[in-house]
C-alpha cells in the first residue's frame, strides 16, 4: 500500500522568494516518487521524479526536490518563485517495477501555490 | 512528439446523450489510462489499457465505457452519465505498465458538463 500526503492545500509566496512545497510518502516497498504541476484547465505535466540513484532530482522551471527516506519526504523547492509558478501541484508515489502488478500511480491532494507580486 | 491530444475539449450533454471523448498518442507507447478529476482533487484513475488490451477497471461505473482501436488511439463513450459525473477527463500514456520510469504524460483533458 502506498500513499502521499501534501502538507498545505495552499501556499503563498511573494514573487522572488523561496517556494517549498511539502510532501511525505508511504510504502511498503522502494518507491518511485513524482511531482507534477497543473495549470489552470490543463492536465499534468512531470516537474520531476526520483526513481534511484542521486536522491537530489533537478526538474524543469528551476525545481528541485530531495528525497530523504529517513524522513519518508520528497519536498519540492525553488530559490525564486516567478508569477508563472502560480499553479496547482501534485505529488505522486508509485512503486519501482517488478514488484509485481501494475504500478499503480498514487496522486496527493495537491497544493495551490500562490505568488504574490 | 511527447504530446498527448485529447478532444473535444469541452463537452456539455444531458443525462440522455451518447458522446465518445477522444485520445491520441503518437510516442510509441503502450499503455492509456482514462482520469477523473473533480475540482480542486487529484485525478482519480479509472481505467488502465496495455497493448491495447483493458488491464484495469476502477469500478467505474457501465456507463462509462471504454475503448482501444489500436495502440495510439484510446476512446471514452459515454451514456445516460449523471450530473455528479462533471468532471475534468484526463487521459494518460506511459511507455508500459512495467516501464522503468512509470512517468506518465497527460493529455490537457475534456471538461465534461451533463446537465
Known amino acids: 500500500a502506498q500513499s502521499v500526503t501534501q502538507l498545505g492545500s495552499h501556499v503563498s509566496v511573494s514573487e522572488g522568494a523561496l517556494v517549498l512545497l511539502r510532501c511525505n510518502y508511504s510504502?511498503?516497498?522502494?518507491?518511485?516518487l513524482f511531482w507534477y504541476v497543473q495549470y489552470p484547465n490543463q492536465g499534468l505535466q512531470l516537474l520531476l521524479k526520483?526513481?534511484?540513484?542521486?536522491?537530489l532530482v533537478k526538474g524543469i522551471n528551476g525545481f528541485e526536490a530531495e528525497f530523504k527516506k529517513s524522513e519518508t519526504s520528497f519536498h519540492l523547492t525553488k530559490p525564486s518563485a516567478h508569477m508563472s509558478d502560480a499553479a496547482e501541484y501534485f505529488c505522486?508515489?508509485?512503486?519501482?517495477?517488478?514488484?509485481?502488478?501494475?504500478?499503480?500511480?498514487?496522486f496527493g491532494t495537491g497544493t495551490k501555490l500562490q505568488v504574490i507580486p | 512528439d511527447t504530446e498527448v491530444t485529447q478532444t473535444p475539449k469541452h463537452l456539455v450533454m444531458g443525462m440522455t446523450n451518447k458522446k465518445s471523448l477522444k485520445c491520441e498518442q503518437h510516442?510509441?507507447?503502450?499503455?492509456m489510462y482514462w482520469y477523473k478529476q473533480k475540482a480542486k482533487k487529484p485525478p482519480e484513475l479509472m481505467f488502465v489499457?496495455?497493448?491495447?488490451?483493458?488491464?484495469i477497471n476502477e469500478s467505474v461505473p457501465s456507463r462509462f465505457s471504454p475503448e482501444c482501436p489500436n495502440s495510439s488511439l484510446l476512446n471514452l463513450h459515454l451514456h445516460a452519465l449523471q450530473p455528479e459525473d462533471s468532471a475534468l477527463y484526463l487521459c494518460?500514456?506511459?511507455?508500459?505498465?512495467?516501464?522503468?520510469?512509470?512517468?506518465?504524460?497527460f493529455g490537457p483533458g475534456t471538461r465534461l458538463t451533463v446537465l
Open positions: 494518460a500514456s506511459s511507455q508500459d505498465l512495467q516501464g522503468a520510469y512509470n512517468e506518465q504524460f
Open positions: 510504502s511498503s516497498v522502494p518507491p518511485y
Open positions: 526520483y526513481t534511484t540513484g542521486a536522491t
Open positions: 505522486a508515489v508509485s512503486a519501482r517495477p517488478g514488484t509485481g502488478g501494475y504500478q499503480k500511480v498514487t
Open positions: 510516442m510509441g507507447h503502450r499503455a
Open positions: 489499457y496495455s497493448y491495447e488490451k483493458l488491464s
